[in-house]
């Protein structure tokens, strides 16, 4: 029964995979539709969204390439719901909460992405084209997550076994989900500023949106992400004797930290209000996933249980 | 608080010029340390000045590495040594920019905290005079009088900060709110000074140390440093003050999944607090299951499960009949199937002549396997303690005990061996209840094995200050960043025949935070009952650009 269980988990966790990658090709086509679309048919009508292409000449193209971003949306929808389903059954299977290893924590971090970046898409559409740059690194770590930091369900060693895993752990994946859409809002704000890659930069939102975007959901992630520091060093004083003592990855979470709050300090100082605050914000979340797999894989430390010898 | 002076302190006349020059350049120095661009480059050095200590093997973390690091690169080691990037956290730059850091964040936080008790007695800032400039802007004629509409808005602002004035005819409003958000940015910083102390104070005054204790009634006391394996102590604590406790391991049990991997480890143990002890109560032993992640507290030490392993007891019976039993903790080196390695060290009985003693002193080395795979090379394939054997070799010799020089008791000093006078005498794989019967009659036999655990006892008097101040921070952070300074002005003018009145309200908020521009709406749409966009844009970037 439980073997089952883990093995459905895996299933919907390939199909996860597969529905994200094909709502990124979707996405994909939304921008190619739209870059050929826009020489032919500059200041078409607006989106008619039941058309029919029964009659493709009088057809915005338009409308297709929004067709095509709606159902892009509808399979991040479907995948982020079958990425949950993953997760609750493997929690089932190895009969514990599901954010054991790397592979289960690689898979939460993604689902919380993508469900922040639902949200947000939620209370402003328009932000639409942002999605393929949110899927692609949610995409890339889920396919590490299932082949190099693949770990079979089971239960966790003696140290792991602590309600403060639920609760340090659990913040510090939404903290990180949360952090990974700002870091590619930084991103494509910087590329938008850049006047660059035009055929890319025209479809996003503009500099001013994304902009926002990211302060916004940083400021959301950033307390989290510093009550799953807290939670941490009140779990590492009940198992290890100490609250804090400059492990490897204790170290870089705080570079991390640091580094956001210089983030939240550049927003508030002249000259660096825009472009260098979203270096900054870009240079926080790259601390982030070199704290998740870096320093897990290749420094030894406390922290680096993780089910990879 | 000498900054405030330098800085209010009127030009001295008829001064020397050298003094001025100091003063100005102290001035220029205080204002440019407390400024957000430095605080901004010193948060990057510490992010900087940190990694290293992620990326370098680190002597508070792990000896055994950075010896590993000289070796392997003798070249930059040394260097690197010298510049303290094996203790990056102890080393003084660290300490110069954490410090820097502090200074500059008092220097800009304390006049702040001084503006902002100020500010919670001013009022709020008058109306201005034209409303088409704020970002949020509406007007609207309503159907009532002006006391009707300035009630229907003071109603509306029932929380907020207001301040009403008359100009002629018209009359205004001007409200603010929010000022929790200053009140949270004050506190999250005053806590961090805070949370240093608490982190310091526990440097200075805490201890912590390691001891291995057989877990068959082997009993540790907090009595002194010379009672621990390893110790490290605070800057301030000699040993001589430590909190006397009493602990007794009546048993360990762990339990393994069938790969191997732990499941679960506790440890029956008994204690005996400060009082206790002074009571005399010296019999009694309180019972705790000591488990990880479930420490012993006790009047401010806490007693940590860390470890486990093996101690294989031997039974030496000697020619002349003495019989000697050695039981000593073996080093577990896999961790995962706990085969062990140790040395378990014997003196001859009854040999008084110093040269004879050192000829025949005893040493069993080699490895223990818990659950043993059997065959002529042991090694172990589990950890539990399920099939246990020994592959040990015999020396007999000097084993340099009298040298004076502290030896591992994991091992024999191997130039003694190189030297020749240590000599192998046997080898053997032995199960418990095996024996063997060296040239001189001298027979070893392999009782059993016991188990031990590692405990770790910690002293920290600054950690619940620096929780403490953990929360306050985090309080004031989400106070902070949740909270929008924002401000409202209204201007009521009625009509000429009195029973209307044309209502402009504006809206500014003062923080680098959009979306006050949703709750103006409702504002708006409540006050002036119109729900369109009028001048003001939902999420305005205009918010964002300037204000702050």
Not at chain 2, 246 to 273: H, K, N, W
Not at chain 2, 277 to 295: E, F, H, K, T
Not at chain 2, 409 to 414: E, K, L, N, R, S
Not at chain 2, 486 to 495: E, G
């Amino acid at each position: 029964m439980l073997t089952e269980l883990a093995l459905y988990s895996d299933r919907l966790f390939m199909g996860a995979v597969g529905v994200f990658v094909f709502a990124m090709v979707l996405h994909g086509a939304e921008y190619a539709v739209h870059r050929s679309a826009k020489a032919v048919l500059v200041g078409a009508g607006g989106p008619a969204l039941d058309e029919h292409e029964s009659h493709p000449e009088g057809t915005p193209v338009r409308s297709r390439s929004e067709r095509l971003g709606r159902m892009g949306v509808a399979l991040v929808v479907l995948g982020a719901v079958l990425l949950a389903a993953s997760i609750v059954t493997r929690g089932l299977a190895a009969q514990r909460w599901p954010l054991g290893n790397m592979y289960e924590f690689t898979s939460a971090i993604c689902l919380a992405a993508v469900v922040a970046w639902l949200v947000v898409l939620r209370r402003s559409p328009a932000s639409r084209p942002v999605g393929l740059f949110v899927l692609l690194p949610v995409i890339i770590l889920l396919f590490l997550g299932g082949t190099v930091l693949y770990a079979p369900a089971a239960p966790v060693m003696p140290a792991l076994q602590s309600y403060w895993l639920v609760v340090h752990v659990t913040a510090v994946t939404i903290a990180s989900g949360l952090l990974m859409v700002p870091g590619v809002a930084s991103l494509l704000f910087l590329l938008r500023r850049s006047g660059r890659l035009t055929g890319v930069a025209d479809r996003l939102p503009s500099a001013d949106v994304l902009d926002r975007l990211a302060y916004r959901l940083t400021i959301i992630a950033f307390p989290l992400y510093t009550f799953a520091i807290i939670a941490g060093a009140i779990w590492a004083e009940a198992a290890w004797g100490r609250f804090w003592g400059w492990d490897p990855k204790e170290t870089v979470a705080f570079v991390a930290w640091v580094i956001y709050a210089a983030y939240l300090h550049a927003r508030a100082t002249a000259g660096w209000r825009s472009g260098p605050a979203a270096w900054v914000n870009v240079a926080g979340f790259a601390a982030v996933i070199f704290n998740l797999f870096f320093i897990n894989m290749v420094v030894a430390g406390l922290h680096s249980y993780a089910g990879l010898g | 608080m000498a900054s405030t002076e330098i800085a209010t302190r009127p030009p001295e006349t008829g001064d020397s010029r050298a003094q001025n020059g100091l003063l100005a350049l102290l001035r220029n120095a205080w204002r440019s340390l407390t400024s957000m661009r430095t605080a901004l480059i010193l948060l990057f050095l510490l992010a900087v000045a940190a990694l290293p200590g992620a990326l370098l093997p680190q002597r508070s973390l792990n000896q055994r590495l950075v010896d590993q690091y000289f070796t392997d690169y003798p070249a930059i080691a040394p260097v690197l040594d010298r510049l303290g990037f094996f203790d990056v956290f102890a080393a003084p730059w660290f300490a110069a920019i954490y410090l820097l850091l502090m200074v500059s964040l008092v220097g800009c936080v304390l006049p702040r905290t001084f503006e902002h008790a100020k500010n919670l007695r001013a009022a709020p800032v008058v109306t201005p005079r034209n409303f088409a400039r704020l970002p949020h802007h509406a007007t609207a004629t309503l159907d009532v009088g002006p006391d009707e509409a300035a009630e229907r808005i003071r109603g509306r602002l029932r929380r907020w900060r207001r301040l009403e004035t008359e100009a002629g005819s018209s009359r205004t409003i001007s409200a603010e709110k929010g000022y929790l958000r200053e009140a949270g940015n004050l506190l999250f910083h005053l806590s961090l000074i805070g949370l240093l102390v608490g982190f310091g104070a526990g440097k200075l005054y805490g201890y912590g140390g390691q001891v291995i204790v057989l877990a068959d009634g082997g009993q540790f006391c907090n009595t002194g440093i010379l009672g621990y394996d390893s110790f490290q102590a605070g800057l301030r604590v000699d040993g001589t003050d430590l909190t006397p406790f009493c602990l007794r391991v009546d048993d360990f049990e762990a339990t393994y999944l069938p790969d191997g991997q732990p499941e679960s480890y506790r440890a029956a143990i008994g204690y005996q607090t400060t009082d206790d002890l002074n009571a005399g109560r010296v019999d009694q032993w309180r019972p705790y299951p000591l488990a990880v992640n479930s420490p012993l507290r006790l009047d401010g030490s806490r007693v940590y499960l860390i470890n486990h392993g093996y101690a294989p007891r031997f039974t030496v019976t000697f020619p002349n009949g003495q019989k000697r039993t050695g039981e000593v903790q073996w080093q577990p080196v896999d961790a995962t199937t706990y085969l062990s390695q140790g040395a378990t060290k014997f003196e001859p009985p009854g040999i008084t002549d110093e040269q004879k003693r050192r000829t025949s002193q005893l040493a069993i080395t080699g490895l223990l396997a818990p659950t043993s795979s059997g065959g002529k090379v042991v090694t172990s394939v589990y950890p539990a303690l399920r099939d246990p054997e020994v592959a040990v070799d015999v020396l007999r010799g000097d084993l340099g005990l009298d040298d004076g020089r502290g030896q591992s008791i994991f091992q024999v000093d191997q130039s003694k061996i190189d030297s020749g006078q240590l000599v192998r005498v046997a080898r053997a794989n032995l199960v418990p209840g095996q024996s063997i019967t060296l040239d001189d009659g001298t027979i070893i036999t392999f009782d059993d094995v016991r188990q031990w655990i590692a405990l770790q006892i910690s002293h920290d008097p600054g950690q619940d200050v620096v929780l403490v101040f953990a929360v306050l921070m985090l309080v004031g952070l989400g106070l902070s960043l949740s909270i929008r300074r924002r401000r409202f002005w209204a201007r009521l003018t009625p009509t000429e025949d009195g029973t209307r009145t044309v209502v402009e309200i504006g809206g500014l908020a003062r923080t680098d935070r959009a979306g006050y521009g949703e709750e103006f709406d409702r504002l708006r749409a409540h006050l002036l009952n119109i729900s369109d966009t009028d001048g003001s844009d939902v999420d305005g970037p205009i918010t964002a650009a300037k204000d702050g």
